[in-house]
C-alpha cells in the first residue's frame, strides 16, 4: 500500500463496540498512563501505525474525546501490547470470500 500511496483505513476502530474494546484492562491500563480513555487510545494506537480513523458517535462529549489524541505518543511497547489484541481477521467483512472479492473489484471507481 505504501509503495503506490494508499493509506489503510479502520472501518470500525472500535470493533463496532465489542470485545468491550471501551473497558478493555490492556487498552484502560496503557490509557491511564497517558491520562487518556481506552477509547482514545485505540485510536491513537491506529493513527501512529498510520492507519486512518473515522470513529463515529452522535456524542459532542465522545467526538471532542476522539479529536483529543495528537498530544501523546504510544511508546513502542504501548504499540506491542496492543497489537497482540489482534484477533488476526476481519469482523466486518471476509476478505477471504470470493463472492465479497468479486464484488469489491467489479466496482468501476473512475474511467
Known sequence: MKKYGVRPEAWGPFAEGNHGIFTHPVLTKIGEKYGKSAAQTALRW???????????????????????????????????????????????????DPVFVKRVHSRKIHD
Open 46 to 96: 491506529n493513527i501512529q501505525r498510520g492507519v486512518m480513523v473515522i470513529p463515529k458517535s452522535t456524542h459532542k462529549d465522545r467526538m471532542e474525546q476522539n479529536m483529543d489524541i495528537w498530544d501523546f505518543t504510544l511508546s513502542g511497547e504501548d504499540m506491542k501490547e496492543i497489537a497482540g489484541l489482534d484477533i488476526g481477521h476481519s469482523e466486518i467483512v471476509n476478505h477471504f
